[in-house]
């Protein structure tokens, strides 16, 4: 035996025994998640991927990808301070500044990543972060990380976020999803920038669900409120859905962007964005100023979606972009639900506690913009046939 490995006779109990403890009280709520490994290929209907646009496979992102590593190699090789910026990276945030409206552009590893980088970045201890209640996990993390003072307000309330910031004296930014991801609806962009302004705060909106479906030619839902470019507004977004490819990146004034290159540890510790993810998102981006019409399509998906759901008399939030959700009786029967929509050829999502803030499960649907009205029929009809008890009831 080692000179200094532990006795096994003298090992404390098993100190992992709580996971088990854990695991059972998820079992009784009906919280359990696992992976589920798909294959390239399936028969299954898709409506739970993030893939608004239907660019994922497109053979022009496919072949942005192929011709990135080809050229650049599988890999980016070091954090983008040090060899993991390529003439690609810097490609893609010109581009991706000019169509969103910005004046420049930071691609990160993730759009959790690009949230981390931009909340942490923008706010010390000093600072107030106002931050709406329905936002996704990564800007709540962003809070943590920040060491800021976080004050939580209450879901799309501009009101309470101009009085929050009014009460505070010090440097503050309001931060905000701009397509919440639970119920798909929008954010009061407007109101929140009005209070931003009054009250001398920045404004950071996580633009994930907005780009590729909002604004004209999916510009995103700043561009569509008139705020892209402002000079108190940095948006964030990621490349992983309606790009179709992998990513996050920032957006914002020069300024913004070389303090984050400065000071964001979400960028500077990280490995760059691989090749084959930036060029399949630049080729998509492309390809989404060539073909502008599949945003408005987007949003006809999910229009016809819920109308149809809630026309048979299920309860769905109307979506504001391409998120279509339809409450469950509980997580066990959200849970069934999906699992009988995917017996019956239709693969949806499913959201239960803790991702969703009001504690109602649901089913969630992601509208395509290749979707056929042969293929939005036969969703609706599935999901109206594997229904459970008291669906209809909601």
């Not at 409120?225 to 964030?236: C, D, F, N, Q």
Request: glycine share 10%; net charge neutral.
């Amino acid at each position: 035996m080692p000179e200094h490995a532990p006795d096994p006779a003298a090992a404390p109990g098993d100190v992992f025994a709580w996971i088990d403890d854990a695991e059972r009280a998820r079992e009784r709520a009906g919280l359990v998640r696992t992976l589920r490994p798909r294959p390239a290929s399936s028969p299954l209907l898709d409506l739970a991927s993030n893939d608004y646009l239907g660019l994922s496979r497109h053979p022009g992102t496919v072949r942005g990808a192929r011709e990135a590593v080809e050229r650049w190699g599988a890999g980016a090789t070091g954090s983008r301070l040090v060899t993991g910026t390529t003439e690609l990276h810097a490609e893609l945030e010109r581009e991706l500044a000019d169509f969103c409206g910005f004046e420049a552009a930071l691609v990160l590893s993730s759009g959790y990543a690009a949230n981390l980088a931009a909340v942490t970045a923008l706010s010390d201890r000093g600072t107030l972060v106002v931050s709406d209640a329905g936002n996704h996990a990564s800007i709540v993390d962003g809070c943590r990380l920040s060491r800021a003072d976080t004050a939580v307000i209450p879901h799309s309330d501009p009101d309470a976020a101009r009085k929050t910031l009014a009460a505070h004296a010090g440097r503050a930014l309001l931060v905000s999803d701009s397509v919440f991801s639970v119920d798909g609806d929008a954010a009061p962009l407007a109101g929140y920038a009005a209070a931003c302004r009054a009250e001398g705060a920045a404004l950071v909106v996580d633009d994930a669900h907005g780009l590729g479906v909002l604004g004209e030619g999916g510009r995103g839902a700043l561009y569509a409120e008139g705020l892209a470019g402002a000079p108190g507004v940095v948006a964030t977004m990621t490349l992983s859905k309606s790009l179709g490819s992998q990513g996050g990146a920032v957006l914002g004034p020069a300024r913004v962007i070389r303090h984050l290159v400065n000071t964001a540890r979400t960028f500077i510790f990280d490995t760059g964005l691989a090749p084959a993810a930036t060029g399949a998102a630049l080729a998509s981006l492309r390809l989404l100023r060539r073909e502008p019409e599949r945003a408005g399509r987007a949003r006809e998906v999910a229009r016809l979606l819920h109308e149809r759901l809630t026309a048979s008399g299920l309860t769905a939030a109307r979506p504001d972009a391409a998120v279509v959700s339809v409450r469950a009786p509980s997580a066990a029967a959200a849970l069934r639900w999906a699992a009988d929509c995917r017996g019956a050829g239709l693969f949806v999502g499913c959201f239960r506690p803790p991702s969703v803030p009001d504690g109602i499960s649901r089913l969630r649907l992601t509208a395509r913009a290749d979707l056929t009205g042969e293929e939005i029929t036969r969703a609706v009809e599935t999901i109206l046939s594997t229904a459970p008890p008291g669906a209809a009831d909601r």
